[in-house]
């Protein structure tokens, strides 16, 4: 199957030919497939939030291609217009950006961009109101109204109402609580799960995208550094230490118990060190 | 992109020009501005000119950035010139037709403008360029002291002043990312008829606007939470202290407008 989404040779400076140049990605390549869940992690200023951007055409690579189903994004304005709404993207804290005087209105603003027409309008906003979790009566009231963790879900029912094919995501947790958090990771599983869409989310939650992802893109000081799956990511656990990353708290006591003599595997889940553990009792 | 505007933005340096005392730079901008409302002809322009590049000179600002901070400026500039190409009356026709008629004196006059705005808009920058937000308003509160015996509250001024500079660069990057976020959302800025493009702001300024008063309110808890109250019994980390080097620019000052008052004398 080809891939969704493909990323050859992508480089981007910023301010190019003034003192503040400053190359944000350096000769990227990657490729996504179709109804992946991809974890994008990186120190603060890797050039995740650039990489990102690309994706979806917000902006234009220095050098090398963003290629959706195939065609480069940048060949034709259509084309462009159309990642738009084909890669949907939820930028860091998106309930900033809620304008509009009633819930409804504000995630029907993606949709009436596309130029639908209003019952299809209706039924995407009802549909992703639900994917997240809105009421009907939260649905007309203001989203000024509404507390932090539930503006973040009206910010990302506007995005998945587009309904895009590839959804990504920066960091859409910070700054919530554990409760919040969990309702929006499964809020995304959801809509990945009715839509067979493919999911890319920039987390600082090693915990998070060692249990939910199928891979993992490591970015470090605008090259990609690893690009396996969270197994293979992980056993890495000094490199990624020296990225200034983490790794998962459960990776942290395994290897700690292996270093004591215990003869364990490194393991990235909860529900993996739990099954180890056991066997360990049973075996002895 | 919005960021790449420079329009005042302060570089850091450690030139003459970046250490003179606030209060003198800013007397200094009133003065050169005074002489170039003076100046009239090629002869006093060229006095100007000359000090205005010495004073780019010795401050080490990089011409480029001085001439990037320009381009947003260029509409009102050619608005004006043309204008006075249009509307002036003059002996010596050049070009007419219909209505229109294009005189030597027009051409002149719009040059001179030109270069007068110009030359108004770089002494300006320089002044931004080389005077960091607080030291320009520390200066500023520092000058209009004495109006503080007419009840003209000139410390919340000066203070009002320096928060709006700081928050400039702020609103910029946040401006920055609402409109990004709203494109990703199919949002378009760049098509459209007029209307269109006014009402397709509406999604920048209600979350700007409302953002603009988080940070408002949190910035006064703040303060507050820090004892500010005013200016009142304040002291300044900072104290103003005219030297040696300030004394030399308030006389290069008087001679510079004596300059061109005496060539307008003379009719040069």
């Known amino acids: 199957m080809e891939p969704i989404l493909q990323v050859q040779n992508l480089t981007h400076t910023y301010s190019a030919g003034t003192p503040f140049e400053h190359t944000a990605l350096e000769n990227i390549n990657f490729s996504v497939n179709r109804g992946e869940f991809i974890g994008i992690i990186g120190h603060t200023g890797s050039g995740k939030s650039t990489l990102m951007q690309h994706l979806n055409g917000l902006l234009k690579p220095s050098s090398g291609q963003i290629l959706l189903d195939g065609k480069d994004i940048w060949s034709d304005k259509k084309l462009t217009r159309q990642a738009r709404f084909r890669v949907g993207l939820v930028f860091q804290y998106p309930e900033y950006q809620l304008f509009e005087e009633t819930v409804y209105k504000d995630i029907a603003f993606g949709p009436k961009n596309m130029g639908l027409d209003k019952a299809e309008i209706d039924r995407r906003v009802r549909q992703s109101a639900e994917f997240v979790g809105l009421t009907e009566q939260q649905l007309q009231s203001s989203p000024f109204d509404l507390s932090g963790g539930q503006k973040r879900r009206v910010a990302i029912a506007g995005v998945i109402a587009m309904e895009p094919e590839v959804l990504i995501l920066d960091e859409p947790t910070a700054g919530l609580d554990p409760v919040g958090r969990e309702e929006i990771l499964s809020n995304i599983q959801r809509y990945r799960q009715a839509k067979n869409a493919t999911i890319m989310m920039v987390s600082h939650s090693m915990n998070d995208v060692a249990r939910l992802t199928d891979r993992l893109l490591v970015l470090n000081g605008s090259h990609i550094a690893m690009n396996g799956t969270p197994d293979e990511v992980f056993c890495h656990a000094e490199e990624l230490e020296q990225m200034g990353l983490d790794i998962p708290e459960i990776t942290r006591v395994f290897l700690r118990l292996r270093a004591m003599g215990l003869p364990v595997e490194p393991v990235y889940t909860m529900e993996q060190g739990v099954a180890a553990l056991k066997k360990l009792k049973e075996g002895k | ?268």
């Open chain 2, 1 to 268: 992109m919005l960021k790449d505007i420079t329009l005042g933005q302060y570089f850091p340096g450690n030139s003459v020009v970046h250490r003179l005392d606030p209060r003198t730079k800013l007397v200094m901008l009133v003065v050169y501005i005074v002489a170039l409302f003076v100046a009239v002809n090629w002869i006093s322009y060229g006095v100007m000119f000359a000090f205005l590049a010495t004073c780019i000179a010795i401050s080490k600002i990089p011409v480029k950035s001085i001439v990037r901070g320009m381009k947003p400026l260029m509409f009102i500039l050619l608005f004006t010139a043309v204008l006075n190409i249009f509307f002036t009356e003059g002996e010596t026709v050049l070009v007419s037709f219909w209505a229109v008629e294009i005189t030597l004196e027009g051409l002149i006059r719009a040059f001179f403008m030109m270069i007068r705005i110009l030359m108004l808009i770089t002494g300006t920058f320089l002044l931004t360029y080389t005077t960091s937000p607080i030291a320009l308003t520390d200066g500023l509160e520092a000058l209009l002291n004495p109006l503080k015996k007419i009840k003209l509250p000139v410390h919340e001024l000066s203070m009002m002043t320096c928060i709006a500079l700081r928050f400039i660069p702020t609103l910029i990057e946040e401006t920055d990312k609402i409109m990004s976020a709203q494109k990703a959302r199919g949002a378009d800025f760049e098509n459209g008829k007029l209307m269109e493009r006014v009402k397709a702001l509406v999604p920048i300024l209600v979350p700007l606007f409302i953002s603009a008063f988080r940070r408002a309110d949190e910035l006064a808890t703040a303060m507050e939470c820090r004892c500010y109250h005013g200016g009142e019994g304040r002291t300044k980390m900072k104290l103003l202290r005219y030297n040696r080097n300030d004394y030399s620019a308030y006389g290069i000052g008087v001679l510079l407008l004596a300059g061109v008052i005496v060539l307008k004398r003379f009719g040069l």
